[in-house]
């Protein structure tokens, strides 16, 4: 990222990223959903932790950010790193 201003902000929005979300049954049962929904399991996984708490789920993944957004009540957004970043 040449832009300083834009790195200095991603390294501290990076440095705040230390969350544990605990292994739980309702969880679980969120991510099996996700991968109801054409998810891979570690993807599924990854954003049923990310619904824990954070406000955006950020991926380079499109086909990821494609499936997920088809999932009609999924509770976080979902954005490219690059595109979000434009927007903060």
Known sequence: MKDPSKRQKLQYIVSLIRSLIPLSE???R????FESNRLEAMDAMHLACA??????????????????????DLNIN???PLTWLQTI
Do not use: H, M
Not at 30 to 33: C, D, I, M, Q, V
Not at 60 to 67: A, E, G, H, T
């Open 26 to 28: 309702p969880l679980i």
């Open 30 to 33: 969120r991510a099996k959903y």
């Open 78 to 80: 979902l954005a490219n």
């Open 51 to 72: 619904e824990q708490g954070a406000e955006v789920f950020l991926t380079v993944d499109d086909k990821l950010l494609k499936r997920a957004s088809l999932i009609p």
